[in-house]
């Protein structure tokens, strides 16, 4: 069996180190899953700068005036008084180390909205982004890599046209316009999956821009200085869609998944945006491609540039790949291909780590059926056990991180999971909570936090780690059936903890939260 059909884009891949997947919180994605790069991050940044601070006001005396505001950058030094001279500029600032956006009609229900996060307290805000309130459909959204951008992509219900606009991190001010129904064919297409490239000068995202219900990939500069650039196919039918935009950290190639050349057969290409006509690339043939045999809707590079990606067009199985830009020498990764006591062991939920040098994996071995989770240098071929939560495979079903993300914490030190491993023999298949494992060392593993009630239809959908490594932050239906809710703790060792006393972001009736970013 293929669990390829399983993924789903969950998670923000906090990391310095790799590209990630990329796509704002969309509608058929949990998490805002952004793109990140050797050099920087995208919406999951691990630490970025505020603006540049003002000079003091220079004293009246011989001394000097006081310092600026913080900013990224030291502000200029202030304007000297009589006799005294120029203030120091300010120093650096940062955003909040425990942050998050997110968004949905949390508040009212039909009524979407950006919602924001920090930590301590916490302290919650309702954005009110110019051209998108009162009842606008939010999208996708997206955070810069200095912090200093909030993409918002939407519907205006006023007049019917879709936007993808700029704001200030608080989401005030007049916003820059990046995509209007002025330089699109089609004025109702929807923007999704966001994606700002590594140096934050672009970006990515799916629409219908030039033939209503036909998706394809398009970049645009994120200043709203020149009309969106189509870089994948634009298909011919409605069926077909991207799922998923990755960075590469040079800021001009991107990789991107999608069924965008035949119906329900989704394939992986790259492709130089820089280009005037750019021609994507497939990175598998698409001869070895069918609907039983395709590419896993997730991307990530390591810290020499490979693509890994997850396919079964090998015999029906799902491996780990990479391969060149280019598509070159594409191989299975090595010491992921394991064994179970029925042969070749499929892989599930994967991640690069933050520094782009280790690979985390979940695969059924050595018990069929049974997923663990393994960590392996890329430059290596032997793989490590991490995980030790349930060590006897299920009798009937599959276990384990079978889909989403493995998230590893932006120090290196954790690995977050979203499984449905049976910790007391009382579990049911397909009821996931969030677990917390080691990176090295002893294998183990503590489920957090799980649904209140059994039931297949409440799960954890997302998890993420804050900046600082120090907080969970999680998205899923655990108290309510039918109503996704945020969840939060600081606690990172005891199991089990309370729903009702880590929520953060409870919905009204008919209310969810649609989708989170956490920087």
């Known amino acids: 069996m293929s669990y390829s ?138 955070l810069s890599p200095d912090g200093l951008e909030l993409a918002i992509a939407g519907r205006d219900t006023a007049n019917d046209t879709s936007v993808l606009n700029v704001y200030a991190p608080d989401g005030t001010g007049t916003p820059t316009t990046i995509v209007a129904a002025a330089n699109v064919t089609n004025t109702a297409a929807e923007f999704t999956r966001l994606a700002y490239s590594p140096d934050g000068n672009w970006i990515a995202y799916v629409g219908a821009l030039d033939i209503a219900g036909v998706n394809a990939v398009y970049v645009s500069p994120s200043d709203g200085t020149t009309v969106p650039k189509a870089v994948s196919q634009v298909p011919n039918n409605t069926q077909l869609d991207a799922s998923t935009i990755a960075w590469a950290a040079d800021s001009t190639h991107l990789v991107y998944t999608g069924d965008l050349d035949t119906h329900n057969v989704t394939g992986i290409w790259s492709v130089d945006t820089s280009a ?36 079964s067009h090998t015999a029906g199985t799902d491996y780990l790949f990479r391969c060149d830009m280019d598509g070159q020498n594409l191989e299975v990764v090595p010491g992921t291909d394991l064994q179970n006591g029925g042969g070749q062991a499929e892989v599930g939920a994967w991640a690069i780590s933050p520094d782009g040098l280790t690979v985390a994996f979940a695969a059924d071995s050595p018990a069929a059926a049974l997923l663990q989770v393994y960590v392996m240098p890329l430059s290596g071929t032997t793989s490590t056990v991490v995980s030790n939560v349930q060590a006897t495979a299920p009798n009937t079903g599959t276990r384990g991180p079978v889909w989403g993300h493995l998230i590893w914490s932006p120090d290196g030190t954790m690995i977050a999971a979203v499984s449905d491993w049976e910790v007391n023999s009382t579990g049911e298949d397909n009821d996931f909570a969030a677990f917390l494992l080691p990176s090295s060392g002893s294998a183990g593993g503590v489920r957090i936090v799980q649904p209140s009630v059994a039931d297949d239809n409440q799960d954890v959908g997302a998890i993420s780690f804050t900046s600082d490594s120090a907080r969970l932050v999680i998205m899923g239906d655990l108290v309510a059936n039918n109503a996704t809710e945020i969840y939060s703790t600081d606690d990172l060792t005891t199991a089990d903890q309370s729903v009702q006393t880590i929520r953060v972001e409870e919905v009204p009736s008919g209310g969810d939260v649609d989708g989170i970013l956490v920087p």
Do not use: H
């Open 276 to 311: 005037t006509t750019p021609v994507p690339v497939p990175l598998v043939p698409l001869n070895l491609l069918s609907n039983n045999n395709e590419i896993a809707a997730s991307a990530q590079f390591d810290s020499t540039g490979k693509v890994y990606f997850i396919s």
């Open 5 to 142: 059909s399983r993924i789903c884009l969950l998670g923000s891949l906090s990391a310095v180190g790799l590209l990630a997947l990329a796509g704002g919180c969309d509608g058929d994605e949990s998490t805002d899953n952004s793109s990140t790069s050797s050099t920087s991050t995208s919406s999951s940044s691990s630490s970025s700068s505020g603006s540049t601070g003002g000079g003091g006001t220079g004293g009246t005396t011989s001394g000097g005036g006081g310092g600026g505001m913080g900013g990224s950058a030291g502000g200029a030094g202030g304007v000297g008084g009589a006799g005294g001279s120029g203030g120091a500029g300010g120093g650096g600032g940062s955003q909040p180390s425990q942050q998050a956006y997110y968004r949905g009609d949390f508040d009212t229900d039909g009524v979407d909205q950006v919602g924001s996060i920090e930590w301590p307290g916490p302290n919650q805000a309702v954005l009110q982004p110019t051209g998108l309130t009162g009842g606008d459909e939010i999208n996708s959204i997206a």
